[in-house]
C-alpha cells in the first residue's frame, strides 16, 4: 500500500517540483494543496502519512493547519514538515510548539526533499543506510 504524502504551498511550481521527485517513487501517492483550507480537508478526508506545509499561504497560514490538524484525534498523527524561507528562530519556535516534526528551507534541492521524506518517515531505514 502507498503513503500518501500530501504538498501544501501556494506556490505551483513548488507543487510540481515536489509532485516530479517524489511521484515517480512507487511507494508514494502525493496530493497536492494550494492553500491551507484545501490542506486541512485534504488531511481530514485523505489521511495523509505525511505533510509537507509551506507556512505563508493564502485562507490559512502554516502555523494554522497546524493548530487545526493538531487538536483533532483524527489528524493528529500526521507527520508535519514546514517548508519556508524564513529562517527566524522565532519561526521555528512557534511551529514546533505547533507539533512540527521538522522543517526544510527554502530553495531545497529535491533530493534533500526526499531524504527528508526518508527520515520522518522511516527513521529505523534512515539510520541502517548512514551506517552502512
Do not use: W
Not at 506545509?53 to 489528524?75: F, N, Q
Amino acid at each position: 500500500m502507498k503513503l500518501k504524502v500530501l504538498i501544501a504551498d501556494d506556490e505551483e511550481r513548488i507543487r510540481g517540483l515536489v509532485l516530479a521527485t517524489l511521484g515517480s517513487d512507487d511507494r508514494y501517492d502525493v496530493l497536492t494543496a494550494a492553500d491551507g483550507a484545501d490542506a486541512v480537508s485534504i488531511c481530514q478526508a485523505e489521511r495523509p502519512a505525511l505533510l509537507f506545509l509551506d507556512l505563508l499561504m493564502p485562507k490559512m497560514d502554516g502555523y494554522a493547519v497546524c493548530r487545526e490538524l493538531k487538536s483533532s484525534a483524527a489528524t493528529r498523527d500526521i507527520k508535519i514538515v514546514m517548508l519556508t524561507a524564513m529562517t527566524q528562530e522565532s519561526n521555528r519556535r512557534t511551529a514546533m510548539k505547533l507539533g512540527v516534526d521538522d522543517f526544510v528551507t527554502k530553495p531545497f534541492s529535491p533530493m534533500a526533499l526526499a531524504a527528508k521524506l526518508e527520515e520522518i518517515l522511516d527513521p529505523d531505514h534512515t539510520k541502517a543506510a548512514r551506517a552502512a
